[in-house]
């Protein structure tokens, strides 16, 4: 089924100028960038973003990091997107992480991992929406 999911390439990667690269492995695995903008996140959104984890340990470090450099924010669509995307990006700990992933390929540590990418359809749609509005989707 075609659905949409969300993704950040992280500043660890912006940083790096890897933008490009990361966006072919997304594109060469079926992923159409269907809306795309690069942004530094603010506190606020950083915060809000991330609330789900405000009580791990390394929520403080994360929201730095989230403000540290640009970051670009995606929308992806494709066939079983959410979960397809997770495949492409690999493990949370790029030691984990399968060859050919994007955080296997790039990523530099669990924490400055390379990318974002949303972990069920519900999750999707509220984390689109704290970014995008429908009108920036051009499918
Ligand atoms: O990003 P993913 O869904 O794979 O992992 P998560 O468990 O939802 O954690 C969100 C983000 O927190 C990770 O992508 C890392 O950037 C960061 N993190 C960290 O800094 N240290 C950890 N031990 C776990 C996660
Ligand atoms: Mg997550």
């Avoid at 403000?67 to 669509?77: D, F, R, T």
């Avoid at 992480?97 to 994007?102: D, S």
């Amino acid at each position: 089924m075609t659905e949409r999911t969300f993704s950040i390439i992280k500043p660890d990667a912006t940083r790096r100028n890897l933008t490009g690269k990361v966006n072919a492995v997304i594109e060469d695995a079926g992923l159409r960038i269907v809306a795309q903008r690069r942004i530094r996140m603010t506190e606020a959104q950083a915060k809000k973003f991330y609330e789900v984890h405000a009580a791990r340990p390394f929520y403080g470090e994360l929201v730095e990091f989230m403000m540290s450099a640009p970051v670009v924010v995606q929308v992806l669509e494709g066939d079983n997107a959410v979960a397809r995307y997770r495949e492409v990006m690999g493990a949370t700990n790029p030691a984990d992480a399968a060859p050919g992933t994007i955080r296997a390929l790039y990523a530099e540590s669990v924490g400055e991992n390379s990318v974002h990418g949303s972990d069920s359809t519900d999750n999707a749609k509220l984390e689109i929406a704290q970014f995008f509005t429908e009108a920036d989707i051009v499918g």
